[in-house]
Every structure is written in C-alpha cells, then in structure tokens.
C-alpha cells in the first residue's frame, strides 16, 4: 500500500523558517516525481516545489524561489521541505504528492490532477 506521511507543520512568526517532510513507503522511490502543494482556505490547490526522484531535477512556483528549497533522501525514502522567510500567505494545508515520472516532468509538474497518490497534510500557519 502507498502511504505517504507528512510531518512538520506548525506555527511560525513571518520570517521564520519550517520544514517539512514526506516519507514515503509502498512503492519504489527510484524514479517519481514527488511535489508539495498547498490549499489555503477558499482558495485552490497549488504546486509549491517537486523533486526528480531519479536525477534530482528540482522545481519551484515563482511564489516561493529563493525562499524553499527541496531535497530528498533517497536512502530514507523521503523528501524535504525548507522553508525560510515565511510569509503570511505561506500559511495553507501543505500536501506531499507522488506520481512515476513518465518523462517532461516539467510540462505537468504543478498539475495536481496528475498526481495519484496523496499525503494526509500538515498544517502551516504563519502569523504576522
């Protein structure tokens, strides 16, 4: 059984720094793609980052650029989230994704409707 499992989440003052993290089990990690998306009250669904399993090709919304970075530890079979100066408008349900990579991963990366399997979230809240 896929499961993914996000942990991490919590309270923070603007400007503080979170990470996140997803650990994965039930599928072999060797080559997905696995995102973060994040669903803040009203709005929709977004792509914050994903990562290449196989080559470690990363990927990032504009909102977020210079400020999250993700990683992944293959040997563990998890994927991190950092997240520095945060922002108010950081503050949403963080969700960890993953899907096989079959190719131009770039073309569908921040498609949430691509993604088949789906963590539980982790609450993010960012307090001004």
């Known amino acids: 059984e896929v499961q993914l499992v996000e942990s991490g989440g919590g309270l923070v003052q603007a400007g503080g720094s979170l990470r996140l993290s997803c650990a994965a089990s039930?599928?072999?990690?060797?080559?997905?793609?696995i995102g973060w998306f994040r669903q803040a009250p009203g709005k929709e669904r977004e792509g914050v980052s994903c990562?290449?399993?196989?080559?470690?090709?990363?990927y990032y919304a504009d909102s977020v650029k210079g400020r999250f970075t993700i990683s992944s530890d293959n040997a563990k079979d998890t994927v991190y989230l950092q997240m520095n100066s945060l922002k108010p408008e950081d503050t949403a349900v963080y969700y960890c994704?993953?899907?096989?990579?079959?190719?131009?991963?770039?073309?569908?990366?921040?498609?949430?409707?691509?993604?088949?399997?789906w963590g539980q979230g982790t609450q993010v809240t960012v307090s001004s």
């Open positions: 990562i290449s399993s196989s080559d470690g090709s990363t």
């Open positions: 039930g599928f072999t990690f060797d080559d997905y793609a």
């Open positions: 994704a993953a899907e096989p990579n079959r190719g131009l991963l770039r073309l569908w990366v921040f498609r949430w409707g691509e993604y088949d399997y």
